[in-house]
Structure formats: structure tokens, C-alpha cells
């Protein structure tokens, strides 16, 4: 992975005499201004911006215009480079300054057409959304024009300037995270190939949650076997690039007035997404006429997404719903620019996509083939049959999905930054569509709430876990659960509202939602110590939801490990592995020893036990645990569900799992795979760290690194990348640690924003996120909230300008110019 981009940007930037004096020309590069007075084209009137020694700002503006041109212009100072390299990645233009080794990227990129979904809708815009992305995208501009000999070290190093920020850029970003959030396509990629090595029914026994007795049914005229993994390992090259790796998790939960020490409500939440340098999050406060809101904002986009205002808070956790379908198209053997639907021939779409390449005269032409259903996804070459011979290319696959059709984020974000109660909170949430979120909120009046949010599909033929035939007409959409019919609750009885990805309806729900739920471990951890911690204090404080959020119990381990305490200790090293183990309190801690001992057995297990139906296939075991290789994500909707099946298993104990065992001499029973595992583990853990196990704590082989795109070249590391830190936790903890199956020493998933609202008090309410707030790695603020962070502390989430001001690290003062 770093090979080709190391010489990518030896070729794109020509960086190889670094060491001879460029680094300290980036120590010396223009810092972001906080202090003095800019005048500035674009202004109505005067705004006063105020960063606090957090480098959060707080931009208090006369009106509407002036301060989303605010918002854009500080996003630009502080993440110009982080927001251009994002819309790159988006619209498919990496080959333009990264050149040829970005090809394939871009070439899935403009297959998706992100950028044609965001282009169309700026004109469905209403002109209050007009407005507001006008002025946030004439902040950008503004910077950029104000600064061109004074942009980040990025541009400097791949030689290049951005183009003008426009308003269909931050529309193509809300798309962008939706895209991340919604991996269905994947799965069902994934499992279309596990019915094609094992069969329906065997496939169904895969799957964590759907009923074993159950096979997953087959539409009729598809064979499965053409479908492949190809198109999944064609963008590993980018999964590092983007910084996401998201998985889709996070937790959040609030508790009401009954419950707690002020007799008022408070809310957490902290969204589990990749870790980078800078942080995906850019904290911010902001305040004109009706507007008074501090939080999360995502840099590329106005408004704040996470937070609160005077009168409301809320936070955010991925709902995992079922919005994307893969449609098996057949094409007109005669005209292969035609496609069938219901008897006819339908003219397909046809855009020729340029994709210039940095070092190249010509243009690469991607031809992008759009049916009814969407773009068709595989690589250029596929086989335009619709019912390939087993073995040959895989067919075409079209992709329906709900963000290339909706987009009213804007409208919902505007709406929901000023509601002040709990109609005004659903009023927001009606026009939230892409990525559907679990919401729960809590206002100053003593409310909580729920709602399930989004655009999610009705299907004719009920759900959709595989590849459809799209020429039928049988599978198509029918519309979207309406509103009033997504789950909600308002004030419950229990007094407390939890999710965390988990399935949150039951089978007497009308609707289809979704199959891939999370697993619900981390949900009943936190429901658990709330139970636990009102039982014995009577109340709940701030300071307690910290520690709810810190927790790295890992549930699973407590049925796991008495399996391998049963285990008969044959080596010293055995005996003394078990006796650690006997001793563990299930805590995932960096300095644990018995955590490492933990996870690198049950890992060893998980493969010992699939593989010994999947076989050597290391690829789609990999798939099936939960590795993705999209662009952006490095899981997919797999991920962490085989965890509560292996549970089952193993209490079920049936040793015909493993009697057709497609592992040549693996292992026949379940006493032999746990033993086999076991002895692995040790293995491993002393080629790794050793062979005294006293050194074997989990930070050592479970670590993270805030990564820059280019750090990954070894002469820039040190000067763009932080860590790597030993970190604790792994998917199924609260404070989550989340791994690839196939990369289990490095840490992509984690809480990457964390905020505790008090409604009783909400200038004592509380946030953070990591590495920083900053954008120039030589800035104070690229990396001082690591060690926050890492000990999960908080700073204060400053609200009233008397406290902000004393806490002001700097304030400028913008001028109509």
C-alpha cells in the first residue's frame, strides 16, 4: 500500500530532498490568523470571530449570509487542504495531482457519479439553501483568493491550487459521508459469493441475524456463480487516502431528569469513525439573529451536525439501513447500449467521463453506463451478458441508491440548528434523508427522544440481501417508509434512550429496515451501567456518562474465555497463559495482558471455525469477518455480526461443524479448533512480543496512528503523522478499538468525537475529538488533544461569551471589505 504512493509523490511532488532543508521551511510556513482585523469582499457587515484556547472559534455575525461566509472562510483557513482532497476523492480527480497510480479510483469514482448527483441537485435547491451554500462557498473563495502565496504544505509539495469552492463541492460531501455510512452494496456482493461456494442453505447458516432455518431465497434466472470478488479489491490502493475507514458505528444515549443529579436530561454521543490527521470533525460555534448553536461541523459544509443550542441537543449514531441494491442488468446482445426491462428495450444513459492524469496529454475516457436503476459499477471490460457461463465475467451490475436520488440534508441541517423543541426537532428530521441516523435528543424542558431518520426504501419483493434481476420489474422500489412510520419514542417509561447500531425494532415492525444490524453489544453494555450506576449512586452525573464512555468491558469475553479456561495447560507458557486468564476482569485496557492473550485467541478461533466452510478462500474470509476495500471504507457491513454466531456455536458445541471441512487436515471437533487456536495465539504472541509473557500488553499489538495522506511517505511521517498510541477496546466495547481481520495490530475505528450535554447547565456540557482542531501540522492545534483524548477527558464545550471570552486565545474582527 505505501509503495505506490511513496512513488506517487516522489513523482507528483518531487519531495526527495526533504531532508535537506524543506522541513524547516514547513516549521516556518504562515500560521492561520486569529488576531488583528481583515477586511474581506462579500461582507455585509461586521463579524467577530473569537478562537478559544481549544482553537475553537466562535463567529458571531449580524445575519445569516455573514456567518456561513464565516463558517467557510475559517473552514478554509484552518482544513483548505483536508476539504480539497476530499472532493477530489468524491468527483474521481485524484489522477490530477497524484497522476496514473490513481487511475482505477478515479474510475469508480466517476462510475458512482457523486459529482453528478451533487451538480443535480443545485437545482432543486430552494433559495434559502441557495443562499446559504452561496455564502459559505464565497467564504472559501475568499480565503483562497486572500492567500495564494500562503496555502498549506500539501499544495506546495504536489504543486497545485484549488479551484473555486462550489455549492454542488458541499452537497458532493454530504453525499461523500452518506456513501460511507451505507454499505449494503458490499454485502451483498459478499454474500451472492458465499451462496455461490456453498449454497443457499448453507450460506444462511452464515448469517448472525437471519433465522438458520431460513435460506436465503434466490431470485429465479440468476446464477450467482458469475458474481465475484473483483470488484471489492480494485480500490485497496485508497483506503488509507481518505482518512475515514469509516465503519458506520458510534453510541449515544440520554437519560432524563428522573434520573439524574440536576433533574434535568443529558445527552452523549460519540460517532465511531476512521481516525486522521486532521480529524474528520472541526468544532464550532456559531451565533446570528435566531442562531445560536455549538458542536461538530463537518469542514466543507455549513452548519453544525452535532451539538446544541440554547434550547435543544442531539447526537447522531449510524441506523446500518438497507438503502442500496445491486440490479443484474441484460443487455441487447444486438446493442449493447440497450437494456431490458419488463419485455422492452430501454436506452441506457451513456456519459463520457475525462479523467485527466497528472504527467499524461490525453485523457483517460471512462464511459459510465446509467439504467433505471442506477450506474453500472463493475470495471471497464465486464461481460455485457446477462447470464454468464460459471467462470466467466461477472455481469453488470447497476447500483440503486437512495443518495444519488436525495438530498436534503441542507434544508434538515438549517432546520435543525434553530429548532427549539421537540415538533420543531421533527420538523428538522422530516427533511433528514441521506444516511438515515439513529437521532436521540433532549431539551431544556426535561423531554428525551428518538427517531429513526432518513430515506429508506419499500421493496416490492420485501428485502433485498443479494443481486437482483433488474429486467423483471419484480424488485423495484415502491417507495420510502413514511415518516410518521419510522421508529420514534418521546419520553419513555424507562427513562433512558440507548442505541449504538443495534436493531432497534422488533419483527412486528411493518417495514423492512434493514439485515445488518450491528450486534448489540456495546448497546447493552451502556444500558447495563446506567442500570448499574443509578442502583448505586441514585443519580447520574456528567462526570458518570465520561466513564460510561471510557468503559473497554468487552461483553463477549465473559461466554468466550471459560471455552479456553477448559483448555488442559500442556507448557509452561499454557499454564501461565491460563492462570492470567482466571484472573481477568474482561477489560480491555492497553496494559492488559490478558486482553491480548483474549483477542488473538478469539481471532485465531473466528478463522479456524469459517474457514473450515469457506476453505482457504482467504479473501472472502477476510469479506465475510468484515474487511471492505472500498475507496473510502475499510469494513463493511459484516463486520463485528459473526461474533454473536461463533457464541452460539460454541455453546451449541456440535462438532458436525466441522465434519465436511473444506481445510485439508483442520481441525475435527471443537475441542481441537479451541486448542489449535489456542496454541496459535501463544505462538504468535511470542513471535510478536516475545517470549516472556509479562511483556505481552495489548497496546503493543493493538495501536493507532493519526495519519496524513502524506505521511505515508517515511521522509514526511514524522513531520504530518502522530502516534502511533496504544490504544484499548476493540468493536464491541463502548470506548471502541476496531481492527481489520486481516490488519489486527492496527486501530481504524474509533470514538472520533465525544460530547456530554447538560441541560440542566449547558455552559458545563463537554466535548472533544482528536488529533486537533488545526490543520497545519505546525500549528499548537494539529495535535493537542491527543492526550485528551487517549484518557477520555474533555474540554469545556464554551457557550456564553463572557466565559469564551476569558478563555480567548485570539479575535479578529472581519470587515465589510
Not at 443535480?120 to 452561496?134: G, I
Not at 479473501?619 to 465475510?624: G, K, T
Not at 478499538?737 to 475505528?749: C, E, F, R
Request: aromatic share 10%.
Amino acid at each position: 500500500m505505501a509503495f505506490w504512493w511513496q512513488k506517487t509523490l516522489f513523482t507528483a511532488a518531487n519531495v526527495a530532498g526533504l531532508a535537506n532543508g524543506t522541513y524547516s521551511l514547513l516549521t516556518r510556513r504562515p500560521q492561520p490568523q486569529k488576531s488583528g482585523t481583515l477586511r474581506l469582499h462579500g461582507l455585509h457587515e461586521p463579524v467577530e470571530i473569537i478562537t478559544d484556547r481549544y482553537g475553537v472559534p466562535h463567529i458571531y455575525a449580524q445575519n445569516e449570509d455573514d456567518l456561513y461566509f464565516s463558517q467557510g472562510y475559517i473552514h478554509a483557513q484552518e482544513r483548505l487542504w483536508q476539504m480539497e482532497f476530499n472532493r477530489r476523492i468524491g468527483a474521481g480527480r485524484l489522477c490530477e495531482i497524484l497522476g496514473p497510480l490513481a487511475i482505477e479510483a478515479d474510475r469508480f469514482g466517476r462510475r458512482l457519479g457523486l459529482h453528478r448527483a451533487a451538480t443535480a441537485e443545485v437545482a432543486h435547491l430552494s433559495p434559502h439553501n441557495q443562499r446559504v451554500l452561496t455564502s459559505y462557498a464565497s467564504g472559501v473563495n475568499m480565503f483562497i483568493e486572500n492567500n495564494q502565496g500562503k496555502l498549506g504544505v500539501e499544495f506546495i509539495f504536489l504543486r497545485f491550487k484549488p479551484e473555486p469552492w462550489k455549492i454542488a463541492d458541499s452537497i458532493q460531501w454530504a453525499k461523500m459521508i452518506a456513501w460511507n455510512l451505507s454499505g449494503n452494496w458490499e454485502t451483498e456482493i459478499i454474500r451472492a459469493h458465499l451462496i455461490a461456494s456453498l449454497g443457499p442453505e448453507r450460506a444462511a447458516q452464515l448469517e448472525a441475524g437471519y433465522d438458520p432455518d431460513h435460506p436465503l431465497i434466490i431470485p429465479s434466472g440468476i446464477a450467482y456463480q458469475g458474481i465475484n470478488l473483483s470488484l471489492l479489491e480494485q480500490y485497496q490502493q485508497l483506503k488509507d487516502l481518505s482518512g475515514f475507514k469509516l465503519m458506520g458505528g458510534s453510541n449515544n444515549w440520554v437519560v432524563d431528569g428522573t434520573m439524574t443529579s440536576t433533574g434535568y436530561p443529558i445527552l452523549c454521543n460519540d460517532p465511531h469513525l476512521g481516525q486522521a490527521a486532521p480529524s474528520i470533525w472541526f468544532e464550532c460555534h456559531l451565533q446570528a439573529g435566531d442562531i445560536d448553536v455549538v458542536g461538530a461541523s463537518f469542514p466543507g459544509a455549513p452548519g453544525v451536525v452535532i451539538g446544541h443550542n440554547q434550547d435543544i441537543a442531539w447526537g447522531v449514531t449510524n441506523a446500518v439501513s438497507d438503502v442500496q441494491d445491486l440490479y443484474i442488468e441484460k443487455f441487447n446482445p444486438e446493442n449493447p447500449r440497450q437494456y431490458e426491462f419488463e419485455g422492452h428495450w430501454e436506452d441506457a444513459q451513456i456519459i463520457r467521463e475525462e479523467i485527466k492524469v497528472k504527467g499524461q496529454s490525453e485523457p483517460i475516457i471512462e464511459e459510465v453506463v446509467i439504467t433505471r436503476h442506477g450506474p453500472i459499477i463493475n470495471m471497464p471490460g465486464t461481460s455485457l451478458s446477462a447470464k454468464p457461463e460459471k467462470g466467466t465475467a461477472e455481469p453488470p451490475l447497476a447500483l440503486r441508491w437512495t443518495g444519488l436520488e436525495q438530498c436534503n440534508i441542507v434544508t434538515s441541517t438549517q432546520k435543525l440548528n434553530r429548532a427549539t423543541n421537540w415538533h420543531e426537532f421533527l420538523e428538522a428530521m422530516r427533511d433528514w434523508d441521506v444516511p438515515p441516523q439513529n437521532f436521540v435528543y433532549a431539551d431544556r424542558a426535561g423531554n428525551i427522544g428518538y427517531i429513526m431518520a432518513g430515506a429508506i426504501p419499500i421493496r416490492a419483493r420485501g428485502q433485498a440481501l443479494v443481486p437482483s434481476p433488474g429486467w423483471t420489474g419484480e424488485y423495484e422500489w415502491t417507495g420510502l417508509i413514511p415518516f410518521e412510520e419510522l421508529p420514534q419514542a418521546f419520553n419513555p417509561e424507562q427513562h433512558f434512550i440507548a442505541t449504538a447500531n443495534n436493531r432497534v425494532v422488533d419483527d412486528n415492525y411493518p417495514y423492512y429496515i434493514t439485515h445488518e444490524w450491528l450486534n448489540g453489544y456495546r448497546a447493552q453494555r451502556i444500558a447495563q451501567l446506567i442500570h448499574d450506576i443509578h442502583a448505586q449512586k441514585g443519580e447520574l452525573t456528567p462526570q458518570d456518562m465520561a466513564t460510561i464512555q471510557a468503559d473497554q468491558y468487552a461483553l463477549p469475553a465473559r461466554e468466550i474465555v471459560p471455552y479456553l479456561l477448559q483448555l488442559e495447560a500442556k507448557t509452561p507458557l499454557e499454564r501461565a497463559a491460563i492462570e492470567i486468564m482466571q484472573t481477568w476482569d474482561y477489560v480491555l485496557s492497553p496494559e492488559s495482558i490478558a486482553a491480548a492473550i483474549y483477542l488473538t485467541f478469539l481471532r485465531k478461533l473466528e478463522r479456524i471455525v469459517f474457514s473450515a466452510w469457506l476453505g482457504a478462500n482467504e479473501v472472502l474470509l477476510d469479506r465475510y469477518l468484515g474487511a471492505g476495500t472500498t475507496i473510502l471504507a475499510q469494513q463493511n457491513g459484516y463486520a463485528s455480526r459473526s461474533r454473536p454466531l461463533l457464541i452460539r456455536l460454541l455453546k451449541k458445541h456440535d462438532d458436525t461443524w466441522f465434519a465436511r471441512s473444506a481445510i485439508p487436515n483442520g481441525p475435527k471437533s471443537w475441542s481441537e479448533a479451541l486448542r489449535a487456536a489456542f496454541q496459535a495465539a501463544l505462538g504468535e504472541l511470542s513471535d510478536k512480543l516475545g517470549n516472556n509473557i509479562l511483556h505481552w500488553q495489548y497496546g503493543q499489538i493493538h495501536r493507532m496512528t493519526y495519519g496524513h495522506p502524506l505521511g505515508a511517505l517515511k521522509a514526511l511521517a514524522g513531520y504530518f503523522n502522530r502516534g502511533p498510541f496504544a490504544i484499548g477496546g476493540d468493536a464491541d466495547t463502548v470506548n471502541m478499538g476496531a481492527v481489520m481481520p486481516n490488519a489486527p495490530d492496527t486501530v481504524i475505528v474509533v470514538p472520533s468525537y465525544r460530547q456530554i450535554v447538560n441541560l440542566a447547565d449547558l455552559t458545563n456540557s463537554l466535548s472533544g475529538h482528536a488529533p486537533g482542531q488545526s490543520g497545519h501540522p505546525a500549528s499548537k492545534h494539529y495535535d493537542d488533544f491527543i492526550n485528551m483524548w487517549l484518557n477520555v477527558r474533555h474540554h469545556p464545550m464554551l457557550f456564553e461569551k463572557e466565559a469564551i471570552a476569558k478563555n480567548a486565545e485570539g479575535t479578529l474582527k472581519l470587515q465589510p471589505g
